[in-house]
């Protein structure tokens, strides 16, 4: 494994703690921990409290980010863009000298039912996980000194991703995730097994995080080993004062419909020809799954630990696994009070298709014992049919204030998009009620440039997506970029830009307009395209994705792109807000921008949303050097 870092020039650090207007918001730094064979990453998805220890994960095809074969509302809705644009996503390239050979669904999953039916001898991972621990050069300022070729997480006969990383933990640092079992004389022990592990451990030595025995009486069940993910550590005090380490995530309850059909047009149909027709992708994971949670308390490096579940029944009130549905549910988050966040299905209608997901919460009594989850109905309260207009809603990140972050997405048009929003909601736990809010409902992230301006924000069908919240109410994610304007559905998708929102201001900014610096008159802006925000940790530091261009005139017109991860670090004794960080629209780069920037419109969506050929051959050309 290879891990490259290097840092901004001098310009962007700090020059002086006397001109606050003349430091970014935030100082931003490059880090990469792509494992060999990876063409895509790594991205970011994890940090420590004290921003030292990162988790990330590297593709090694150019599939969605958010993709996983775990959590369906990732990937169980129709393409909305244009026939090409939708056949490619799925099908790829029929060569594979094209870069966009890797760029599909369908040949990822087919090398999962390949090996699950011996079709292949060897096999290379497609996802792999990693897991950095970064010194301090107190110097200059915080800097990530990731060199070291250790710990690392990655194993080519294993899909790895890393979902959480703990150093407040007695014994760690920990690394939170899951994996495919490693594919061993042409086969694989299990599907997928959630594990935690010391960040100096090998793979081999992490902790199984086990479903809940008995397995139902099938044996097919209990050969496949079932299916586990582990989503976040925490250290919990329930009310009556019991102090335990828990990992949230969610585990296999069974087969849908009893029976291994569902399995098997997941992982291992016979029709190779014509094996995963996007219709398939309903049937994933192949198990019904329930959110779960582990004490990992007293946890041996190696060891084996039996979890239970955190909610007793899906949403209906069906805990029999009724109907032709595949019934999954999952807790992506647990605060230290014990509440965990998530999703889980209801039944829209009785057929492969009928299921839907919405977003839940897990609380515990006094002693800790889970029961039936709340959905959280407020966030679509607005919705006259929600049940038609909304396809998903999910909770992702719940902070010890009990404010819960998470994000709906339509099935119906708006404005010609099917658009993603985020919500916040302040839970009460006494009341199990809260108060809810939809900041960018049918708005868009102003630039620095259109905000000195006066410019509405107002966009119909405008996209947000949010990933992790703070303890100060700091929410990150990714939005539509401030020009992108143009119709989604049956067209091309719209770039995205990572956006950081305040829920006490209500102010939202986009990141690549606070990471700039100011000397006189002149203002500086590096040759980034931040795209998504991931992870935030209490003292503010960010994690982010984008893109990093080798000149001026590349950024303008956006060719020879390399995909690097960011950290973003709140700048010491910068006075004032975000507002008042440098103009980044004063630089002689976007202002020069502006104009090619808007004639590019909708054309520049390769490189964005997929990655294709472009920044996959400067990947390539870059490991050679």
């Not at 090694?60 to 990732?74: C, M, Q």
């Not at 079992?181 to 199984?208: Q, W």
Request: proline share 4%; hydrophobic share 35%; charged share 20%.
């Amino acid at each position: 494994m290879k891990f490259k870092v290097s840092l901004l020039s001098s310009a962007l650090l700090l020059a002086s703690n006397s001109w606050a207007s003349d430091q970014p918001y935030y100082t931003i730094q490059e880090f990469n921990a792509v494992a060999e064979g990876a063409n895509f990453g790594a991205y970011p998805s994890a940090i420590s409290d004290d921003g030292t220890f990162i988790g990330t994960y590297s593709h090694r095809a150019a599939l969605s980010k958010e993709i996983d074969i775990g959590l369906p509302y990732t990937f169980n809705r129709e393409c909305q863009f244009d026939n090409i644009l939708c056949a490619l996503e799925f099908e790829g390239s029929e060569s594979t000298s094209d870069a966009s050979y890797e760029n599909a669904y369908k040949k990822w999953r087919n090398a999962q039912s390949d090996i699950s039916l011996g079709r292949s001898s060897s096999y290379v991972s497609y996802f792999m996980g990693n897991g950095l621990v970064c010194g301090t050069d107190s110097g200059i300022s915080e800097i990530l000194d990731c060199a070291s070729d250790e710990p690392q997480i990655y194993d080519d006969t294993t899909d790895v991703k890393v979902t959480d990383v703990d150093n407040t933990i007695a014994g760690g640092p920990y690394v939170i995730g899951y994996s495919s079992a490693p594919y061993v004389n042409g086969k694989r022990e299990y599907t997928r097994r959630a594990f935690m592990k010391y960040s100096s451990d090998n793979i081999s030595t992490a902790t199984d995080l086990m479903p809940e025995p008995p397995y139902e009486n099938i044996a097919e069940y209990e050969a496949s080993g079932g299916f586990t993910s582990a989503h976040k550590v925490q250290t919990v005090t329930y009310a009556n004062g019991d102090k335990k380490t828990l990992v949230v995530g969610s585990s296999s309850v069974s087969f849908p419909r009893g029976n291994v059909e569902y399995f098997n047009s997941c992982f291992a149909t016979t029709e190779y020809d014509y094996r995963y027709t996007k219709n398939e992708l309903v049937r994933c994971p192949g198990f019904d799954t329930q959110a779960y949670v582990w004490d990992v308390t007293n946890a041996v490096a190696g060891d084996q630990v039996v979890g239970s579940k955190l909610a007793t029944q899906w949403l209906d009130g069906n805990s029999t696994r009724r109907g032709n549905l595949t019934w999954s549910a999952n807790a992506f988050d647990i605060n230290a009070a014990g509440i965990a966040v998530g999703t889980s299905t209801f039944e829209r209608s009785n057929n492969d298709t009928g299921g839907r997901q919405r977003a839940i919460i897990m609380q515990p009594d006094a002693s800790g014992v889970y029961g039936v989850p709340i959905q959280i109905t407020a966030v679509t309260d607005d919705i006259e049919d929600q049940d038609d207009w909304i396809y998903n809603t999910w909770a992702v990140a719940i902070s010890d204030q009990n404010l819960i972050v998470g994000n709906r997405e339509y099935n119906t048009v708006k404005d010609r998009n099917k658009p993603t929003e985020f919500f916040v909601y302040q839970y009460d736990p006494a009341t199990s009620l809260g108060t809810v809010k939809l900041p960018l409902l049918d708005k868009k992230v102003l630039s620095t440039k259109q905000r000195l301006a006066n410019e509405s924000g107002n966009k119909a069908g405008a996209n947000s997506e949010v990933f992790d919240v703070n303890k100060d109410g700091v929410v990150v994610g990714k939005a539509d970029d401030y020009d992108q304007y143009f119709p989604v559905y049956e067209g091309k998708p719209r770039s995205q830009t990572a956006f950081v929102y305040d829920n006490a201001s209500g102010g939202s900014w986009r990141l690549n307009d606070l990471i700039c610096t100011q000397t006189g008159d002149t203002v500086e802006s590096p040759l980034y395209r931040i795209r998504s925000a991931k992870v935030i940790n209490d003292d503010g530091v960010i994690l982010a994705e984008g893109f990093k261009y080798a000149s001026a005139s590349d950024y303008r017109i956006k060719t020879n792109a390399v995909e690097v991860s960011f950290k973003l670090t709140p700048t010491p004794g910068f006075i004032g807000t975000p507002n008042d960080s440098p103009n980044c629209w004063e630089s002689d780069l976007l202002f020069e921008e502006d104009e090619p920037y808007e004639r590019q419109g909708a054309a520049s969506f390769w490189l964005w949303i997929f990655a294709l050929p472009l920044i996959l051959l400067r990947r390539r050309s870059g490991k050679q050097s």
